[in-house]
């Protein structure tokens, strides 16, 4: 387990056996890239993904696969998640990228294009076959017409006895690509589909992580989306370039204000006065367990944050 996931047990939750994790910034990079390889480990990013599928052409699928298994075997970074993204296991690399990744037992192996349960249920099967890491987890992109109408579905096998998935991500070129929608504008025609994959992995428990931001030299429009994105839920973003972690860590992490109101909601929660209380009153407004619950979980979050800042 990397220092940016903890099984904090949130006291108020009896079933919430979860890892709380730190995933505000998840930069891709290419694994054919190896300066931006060497350079990846030395930023503040909460995850780096490693990429074998769009970024890296045919021809460079085997030494791209290469580069990562001795990326690994130099020894990974322990402040920053690290995940590999394999081709679909149904392409002519995706079982020799899967074997790789195993192999190499990273945090998580990004899945692209997961349609439908039985795309996660054969990779599981897979890596179990493979004799994979437990700890290995599966990530799955969003980011067909299929997968989006599954992602419940999909989703859901995070809860099945032995399920790996643990976190969804949108893929937003992809969906752009397959539908036809017109992102140009802005994402308005898209936000119902966000929000739906958000729901999905919220009801299965999973984290969710935004898709990217094409034009990274544009920070304002950049900010702008980061803001939107935690407004709407999302628990980080990915990334493309190293000038857009910066922007992700501060406006997905938690401000100094939201930090001492979580602490005071525990402190009072634990005066003797409120044991045992539902619910109770602070400066006029009314606190729940739920806000308690809240407030704890954005706490360790932010203990894991800071431990990955004082790691670098
Ligand atoms: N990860 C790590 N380092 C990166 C990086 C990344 N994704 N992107 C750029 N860098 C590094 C460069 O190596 C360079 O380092 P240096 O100053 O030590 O030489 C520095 O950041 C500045 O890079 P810059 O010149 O501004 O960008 P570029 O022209 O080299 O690369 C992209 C631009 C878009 C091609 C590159 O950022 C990239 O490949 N991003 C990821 C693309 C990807 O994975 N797509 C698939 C998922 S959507
Ligand atoms: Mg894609």
């Known amino acids: 387990m990397n220092q940016l996931q903890d099984k904090t047990a949130l006291s108020h939750r009896p079933d919430a056996t979860r890892c709380v994790h730190s995933r505000r910034s998840a930069l891709y990079v290419p694994a054919n890239n190896h300066r931006a390889m060497q350079k990846a480990a030395t930023l503040a990013c909460d995850a780096i993904i490693f990429d074998l599928e769009d970024a890296i052409g045919p021809d460079d699928k085997p030494s791209a696969r290469k580069a990562i298994k001795d990326w690994f075997g130099a020894g990974r970074p322990p402040h920053m998640a690290c995940i590999i993204r394999i081709n679909a296991l149904s392409s002519a690399w995706g079982m020799d990228d899967l074997e790789m990744a195993a192999a190499c037992a990273p945090d998580a192996i990004l899945l692209p294009k997961i349609e439908t349960p039985s795309d996660i249920r054969t990779v599981q099967k897979a890596l179990d076959d493979l004799n994979a890491a437990a700890h290995t987890r599966l990530w799955a992109m969003i980011e067909t017409p299929r997968g989006l109408v599954n992602c419940q579905h999909i989703a859901d096998t995070g809860m099945e006895a032995g399920g790996r998935l643990d976190c969804l991500i949108v893929g937003t070129n992809d969906l752009a690509k397959e539908t036809g929608v017109d992102l140009s504008d802005g994402r308005q025609l898209v936000t119902s589909w966000l929000m739906q994959i958000i729901l999905a992995a919220r009801a299965a428990g999973l984290d969710v992580l935004d898709g990217v931001y094409n034009n990274f030299r544009d920070l304002d429009g950049y900010r702008s989306e980061c803001e939107t994105g935690r407004s709407m839920g999302f628990d980080g973003k990915t990334l493309i370039h190293p000038l857009q972690i910066d922007t992700a860590n501060a406006t997905f992490g938690a401000s100094a204000e939201a930090l001492a109101d979580a602490s005071a909601i525990v402190a009072a929660f634990a005066l003797p006065q409120n044991s045992g209380k539902g619910v109770i009153q602070m400066d006029g407004k009314m606190v729940e367990r739920l806000h308690l619950e ?11 944050q ?6 670098i």
């Open 294 to 304: 809240q407030a704890e979980k954005l706490l360790a979050k932010a203990a894991l």
């Open 306 to 311: 800071q431990k990955s800042v004082t790691s």
